[in-house]
Nanobody, 126 residues
Framework: EVQVMESGGGSVEAGGSLRLSCAAS????????MGWFRQSPGNQREEVAS???????NYIDSVEGRFTISQPTARKTLLLDMNTLRPEDTATYYC????????????????????WGQGTQVTVSS
């Protein structure tokens, strides 16, 4: 059984930094995409960053250059380094994993197959 669990959220002032961590287990096969989603009140959950089996990364425009996704221990941990945080980054952040051996581009078509963490709150004050 695949399980993912986040840690590392918190409150910072605008311009500050946070690191989110995700511990993953049960990813037995190659071909999993892992990523970070976020959701704020009144908004849909959105994909923030993803990384595929080959280490290719993708970011939404609003975090490009500020956030970095990485997997220091091949599928067992996932990090999101968030720098120059803005109040609009305030949200609950979710670690996620899904089996997509051809890359993460079609993740929105596989949300029903996604494994989710419980979420961790990030609050950025102005």
């Amino acid at each position: 059984e695949v399980q993912v669990m986040e840690s590392g959220g918190g409150s910072v002032e605008a311009g500050g930094s946070l690191r989110l961590s995700c511990a993953a287990s049960g990813l037995t096969y190659e071909g999993y995409c892992m990523g970070w989603f976020r959701q704020s009140p009144g908004n849909q959950r959105e994909e923030v960053a993803s990384i595929d089996r080959d280490g290719n990364t993708n970011y939404i425009d609003s975090v490009e250059g500020r956030f970095t996704i990485s997997q220091p221990t091949a599928r067992k941990t996932l990090l999101l380094d968030m720098n120059t945080l803005r109040p609009e980054d305030t949200a609950t952040y979710y670690c996620a994993a899904v089996f997509l051996p051809n890359g993460c581009g079609d993740w929105y078509r596989a949300l029903h197959l996604t494994y989710w963490g419980q979420g961790t709150q990030v609050t950025v004050s102005s």
